[in-house]
């Protein structure tokens, strides 16, 4: 079992920006790649980024690209989420999830993760 747990959270103004930390506990770090996902009220949880085990791989999605930067530091079990130019679109919970490692796995698509975080708010205003 792993637990996860978000913190960063917050009301910024559209330009702004914000870092989102996850905080990982009760299993070997490294042997899970690490996702963000977010969750506006009424949509689907989609896809943010996503970082392979030793952070030399890392998932964009195209809405992050060149805003955000995901990051990990497995000596410290954490992930983060640098998000800049925020914009009132970016407005969501924001998840942090943990895959385990396996031949053929997405490190876009939430069904194929293992264990999720409570979430943490962001609210963009314009």
């Known amino acids: 079992q792993v637990q996860l747990g978000e913190s960063g959270g917050g009301l910024v103004q559209a330009g702004g920006s914000l870092r989102l930390s996850c905080a990982a506990s009760g299993r070997i770090f490294s042997n899970y790649a690490m996702g963000w996902f977010r969750q506006a009220p009424g949509k689907e949880r989609e896809f943010v980024a996503a970082i392979n085990w030793s952070g030399s791989n890392t998932h964009y999605a195209d809405s992050a690209k060149g805003r955000f930067t995901i990051s990990r530091d497995n000596a410290r079990s954490t992930v983060s989420l640098q998000m800049n130019s925020l914009k009132p679109e970016d407005t969501a919970v924001y998840y942090c999830?943990?895959?385990?490692?396996?031949?053929?796995?997405?490190?876009?698509?939430?069904?194929?993760?293992?264990?999720w975080g409570q979430g943490t708010q962001v609210t963009v205003s314009s």
């Open positions: 999830a943990a895959q385990l490692i396996r031949w053929g796995m997405s490190m876009t698509v939430a069904r194929e993760y293992d264990y």
